[in-house]
């Protein structure tokens, strides 16, 4: 059964920085592309960054691009997003996600959760 | 980068097919047949029901199904539930790269 653990959310002031970390177990963690999707409290998705299998190939949505950085290790079978400059709009429950099998991206297993508040 | 259009809630009886219609440009759903869809709960994360337009994971029931036609991609439920009272999210692959979602359907049963 695929697993995915989030950790490190909190709540952190306007222009902070946090790493959130996410663990995954239950299948070949380097064969898969990783992402990063929020929900704002309004429940609004958004897609935030993807990383390849071998994290050569990185992407990010144009909100959060020069500020979150997604690595993996493949060792570890851990994900990461480190965030800075966080601002209050920022403020949402982040969810590590596993790609599926298949021709184009998609959000197969998620994990639980971690919320991240900005606030001052 | 804009996201998708959904119609803000879409309701039906039991037993009733309904649609939610998820409306792109070319430069996402038009673009690739890379479009998602996914069913959320409350208190739960999003769950996959459909990828690549039309295929169905094995653990999605069959009474869901997907479409394409242009720039605009569709969800079918068909012979409604009232385990189906959920919100609805669609999700495509874009010509820059990144991931764009819809803002989300309500599904009432009434």
């Known amino acids: 059964e695929v697993q995915l653990v989030e950790s490190g959310g909190g709540v952190v002031q306007p222009g902070g920085s946090l790493r959130l970390s996410c663990g995954g177990s239950g299948f070949t963690f380097a064969a898969y592309v990783m992402h990063w999707v929020r929900q704002f409290p309004g429940r609004g998705l958004e897609w935030l960054s993807l990383?390849?299998?071998?994290?050569?190939?990185?992407y990010y949505a144009d909100s959060v691009k020069g500020r979150f950085t997604i690595s993996r290790d493949n060792i570890r079978n851990s994900l990461y997003l480190h965030m800075s400059e966080l601002r209050v709009e920022d403020t949402a429950f982040y969810y590590c996600v596993k790609d599926g099998a298949g021709l184009g991206f998609h959000f197969d297993s998620w994990g639980q959760g971690a919320l991240v508040t900005v606030s001052s | 980068q804009s996201a998708l259009t959904q119609p803000a809630s879409v309701s039906g009886s039991p037993g009733q097919s309904i649609t939610i219609s998820c409306t792109g440009t070319s430069g996402d759903i038009g673009a690739y047949d890379y479009v998602s869809w996914y069913q959320q709960v409350p208190g739960k994360a999003p769950n996959l029901l459909i990828y690549d337009v039309s295929n169905r994971p094995s653990r999605a029931s069959i009474r869901f199904s997907g479409s394409k036609s242009g720039n605009t991609a569709s969800l079918m439920i068909s012979e409604l539930q009232p385990e189906d009272e959920a919100h609805y999210y669609c999700t495509a692959y874009t010509r820059r790269r990144t991931l764009v979602f819809g803002g989300g359907t309500k599904v009432t049963v009434l």
């Open positions: 990383i390849s299998g071998d994290g050569d190939d990185i």
